[in-house]
Every structure is written in structure tokens, then in C-alpha cells.
């Protein structure tokens, strides 16, 4: 929770960064934000399911606490992709 004064709110210095990134006011640390181009969205997505695919692999009783409150809390909304874990042999699988 380095970012977050709680689950919710993030402190006074993330709002800091964010505004100089959206401003242009300096150079931000290019991990707080990614520059999409029309032509990079679906590259740009396709490794944010690959990293979410190696999260819950690594991360496998976390990922399933998150898929158990997600069917307590409701349907997934359309577009909306299960967390899926990799096989041991391939851990960039869907």
C-alpha cells in the first residue's frame, strides 16, 4: 500500500506524480504510466494479461480469494477476463 492512504485513497505524493505525468511538468518514472497509441492498445493489453496470468500463478491462493469475492460480490462485466493460472510448464500460457 505504498501509493494508498487506505483501499481507496492514494496519498498526496501519488496525486503529486500523477499530475506532473499528465502535465508534462517533468519526467516521471515510466512505471506509474504507459503512453498508448492507437496501434499499441492491444499489445499493451495482451501484456497486462500475460503479467496477470504470471501474478496468479505465483500468487495462487491469492488469486483465488480474488476469483472467490468476485462471484460473492457478482457477474463479471462484459469484456472482463477470469484470473487464469499458467500450467507449471509454461508460465506465460492462457
Known sequence: MRWYVNGSHFNN???ELVLERVLRASDVDDA???RLE???VER????????????ATA??????????IASRVG????????????AKSDPLRR
Request: hydrophobic fraction near 40%.
Open 13 to 15: 505524493h501519488l496525486g
Open 32 to 34: 506509474l504510466a504507459v
Open 38 to 40: 492507437r496501434v499499441d
Open 44 to 55: 499493451h493489453l495482451a501484456s497486462i494479461r500475460r503479467d496477470r496470468t504470471v501474478w
Open 59 to 68: 500468487n495462487a491462493a491469492e488469486a483465488e480469494n480474488v476469483r472467490s
Open 75 to 86: 457477474r463479471p462485466r462484459p469484456g472482463d477476463e477470469p484470473l487464469t493460472v499458467a
